[in-house]
């Protein structure tokens, strides 16, 4: 099995200062993210919603947002798969999850 994961400590967002600006807000998250990526087929998903419901942090799929959100270039059919546009998936998770506490279960690049 290969598995990658990544655990970051902080949320990033992004606010309106008075004159119109972007300013990042930092703060500090109270639960881990972890997000989960490899090979198709190796227990993922699976192993994704097991840690979850083990450790009450939210599944999440990053192919469902994908596919159901937009955040892609394209689909790939030498590697069947989508073209994740990654700054959309990263802006969707952080504006609707707020980032804190979620169990990802990783996608495959094209």
Not at 45 to 61: D, I, P, V, Y
Not at 62 to 81: A, L, M, T
Request: with cysteine; hydrophobic share 30%.
């Amino acid at each position: 099995m290969n598995l990658g994961f990544l655990i970051d400590n902080e949320t990033r967002r992004e606010k309106n200062s008075s004159d119109g600006e972007p300013q990042r807000e930092h703060t500090m998250r109270t639960q881990p993210n972890i997000i989960v990526t490899g090979t198709p087929g190796v227990g993922k998903t699976t192993h994704c919603e097991t840690l979850a419901q083990n450790t009450g942090l939210r599944h999440l799929s990053i192919n469902n947002i994908v596919k159901e959100r937009g955040c892609h270039d394209g689909y790939d059919e030498d590697f069947k798969s989508w073209i994740v546009d990654e700054d959309k998936v990263s802006t969707f998770i952080l504006l609707e999850y707020e980032a804190n506490g979620l169990v990802a279960t990783g996608f495959n690049r094209g």
